[in-house]
């Protein structure tokens, strides 16, 4: 979405990533001006999709553009709105989602109804609008949330490394030889 707004060109955003472009000017914007409809809603399952809204949010783009009579790649004037309603429709979706995924492992004795814990990590776990909305769900439904400081929030190679120290430090199967280790790379 970032990419399609051209972001990169807009004041406000030219040094920052997609994800924290949509962020800054979600904060400005009027997510009621755009509602887009969320993703697999005729799913029932745990299973996260953006493909379908990412076409929604490029039709409302390309309609924009030529209402406001720009070409692609020009800074359109509802930008903030458009950040704001993509945004929160990913929240929504990644909530929605989130919180099967909860109920099927309470359903199935998979967590402990105790200390049951959601942990977010990766970029999405470094926007607070996310992260604040996760918070909320994992409040209601007596879940500690764990994310990483949002410095550590960037790509899954960090994650992992992060999951690793977490783990060592615990004393959580943290193997000192690799002998006896089966691999398949993909």
Known sequence: VARRLSLRKHPECHSMAGGKAIEHLAQTGNRLQHAFRLPMQQ????DFSFSGLQNLVNQVIIQKEKEEGIQEGEILSCAKDIAAAAQHAVAVHIIQRTYRAMLFCMK???LSSKNATLVVSGGVASNQYIRKGLQALADANGFAL??????LCTDNGV???WNGIERLHAGLGVLHTTEGIRYEPK
């Open 43 to 46: 799913y029932r399952n745990c």
């Open 108 to 110: 199935n004795s998979i």
């Open 146 to 151: 764990l994310c990483p400081p949002p410095r």
């Open 159 to 161: 994650m992992i490394a």
